[in-house]
Nanobody, 116 residues
Framework: QVQLVESGGGLVQPGGSLRLSCAAS????????MAWYRQAPGKERELVAV???????RYGDSVKGRFTISRDNAKNTVYLQMNTLKPEDTAHYYC??????????WGQGTQVTVSS
């Protein structure tokens, strides 16, 4: 089982930026896909961004052009750079990993609040 620990959340003003990190235990080479999801109060969890082991990425429509997902295999870490943040980006952000043998792991999440 892969253990995931997110960090980097906090309070930011509209238009600001944050970078989330997701540190994975064990070797990143066991992990095929990593993703960020978010869930706001009263809403369903939604996909924010995905990155494969080959570096292919995909984004949710609401964050395209503003968020960037990346991974550093040497540091066993995935990042989510969030720019031009909006109040509607306020949510609990979760990291997800899927290994090559299809095991799924979730982190505990980190809170992002966008407010003036």
């Amino acid at each position: 089982q892969v253990q995931l620990v997110e960090s980097g959340g906090g309070l930011v003003q509209p238009g600001g930026s944050l970078r989330l990190s997701c540190a994975a235990s064990g070797s990143m080479f066991r992990i095929d896909v990593m993703a960020w999801y978010r869930q706001a109060p009263g809403k369903e969890r939604e996909l924010v961004a995905v990155i494969t082991s080959k570096g292919m990425t995909r984004y949710g429509d609401s964050v395209k052009g503003r968020f960037t997902i990346s991974r550093d295999n040497a540091k066993n870490t995935v990042y989510l750079q969030m720019n031009t943040l909006k109040p509607e980006d306020t949510a609990h952000y979760y990291c997800k990993a899927v290994t090559r043998d299809s095991n799924v792991s979730w982190g505990q999440g980190t809170q992002v609040t966008v407010s003036s």
